[in-house]
């Protein structure tokens, strides 16, 4: 969600009255989905550039972004990264750089 909506204020969703039967509906806020749909769309574009670079450039900036991302994050640690690089845990390493592309 987008929490500087105004619509929704990042609640991704608004009360209405409905009228007929004067209860509390919530509606999905359009702004936001919207916004997301956009998010989505540059995503998938800007994947299919990306793609064309070669594997060790991408694990490179992958690499970089989640070290930096541990790194700003003061709920993480980077010795977790590293307990993963000494047991070259590739599981572990992937779903941590996919965790912070959740954010
Ligand atoms: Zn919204």
Do not use: P
Request: proline share 0%; aromatic share 6%.
């Amino acid at each position: 969600m987008n929490n500087e909506c105004k619509v929704c204020e990042g609640a991704g969703t608004y009360e209405v009255i409905n009228r007929r039967t004067e209860a509390v509906e919530y509606i999905e806020c359009i702004d936001c989905m919207l916004d997301a749909q956009f998010k989505e769309h540059l995503t998938i574009e800007v994947s299919k550039i990306i793609s064309q670079a070669s594997h060790e450039k991408l694990a490179w900036m992958l690499a970089k972004l989640t070290v930096n991302c541990v790194d700003a994050n003061k709920d993480d640690d980077l010795d977790r990264v590293h307990n993963y690089v000494k047991s070259k845990d590739l599981v572990s390493l992937l779903n941590l750089a996919d965790a912070y592309t959740q954010r």
